[in-house]
């Protein structure tokens, strides 16, 4: 089967390619992507490995070279070496700010008539109650205020 991708590097790349692999600290994916790039370079430059002794030799499967080539020739060098930035969070943030905000004020007013504190359940019964969320653990309450650095006692 001929292969579908070829990869053929400029002068300049393979001096960009070659400083990342050498120089510098980075991510071992990055620099493997360089190595790899390198070697399955075809061009007048390059060494013109087979890929199978290229993963051999990176200890990289075929299918993720043969990957890497289809990024390079279809996105470019920068997008076969570097890691797709996510385009929207993993979840959505239930606790911001302002539930922060508002859980600080409470936890720093009056305590409810007949305690002499607040307690993290208390607090998070209340949150529920004066609806600042629709549903909170009291775990979730607990971690906000010590990431905010207040303790109830």
Request: hydrophobic share 40%.
């Amino acid at each position: 089967m001929a292969p579908r991708y070829k990869v053929t590097l400029t002068k300049e790349e393979r001096k960009e390619l070659e400083a990342i692999s050498t120089k510098g600290k980075r991510a071992a994916r990055t620099v493997l992507s360089a190595r790899a790039l390198l070697l399955l370079d075809a061009g007048e430059y390059g060494p013109k490995w087979v890929v199978a002794r290229v993963a051999e030799a990176l200890g990289r499967t075929t299918r993720s070279l043969e990957h890497l080539k289809k990024r390079f020739v279809e996105e470019g060098l920068t997008a076969a070496i570097e890691r797709k930035k996510r385009e929207t969070p993993p979840r959505e943030i239930l606790f911001g700010g302002e539930f922060e905000a508002r859980l600080l004020a409470l936890a720093c007013s009056q305590a409810p008539e007949g305690r002499k504190r607040w307690t993290v359940r208390l607090l998070a019964e209340k949150v529920v109650e004066l609806e600042i969320a629709p549903s909170v653990s009291p775990m979730t309450v607990c971690n906000t205020l010590k990431k905010m650095n207040l303790s109830l006692t």
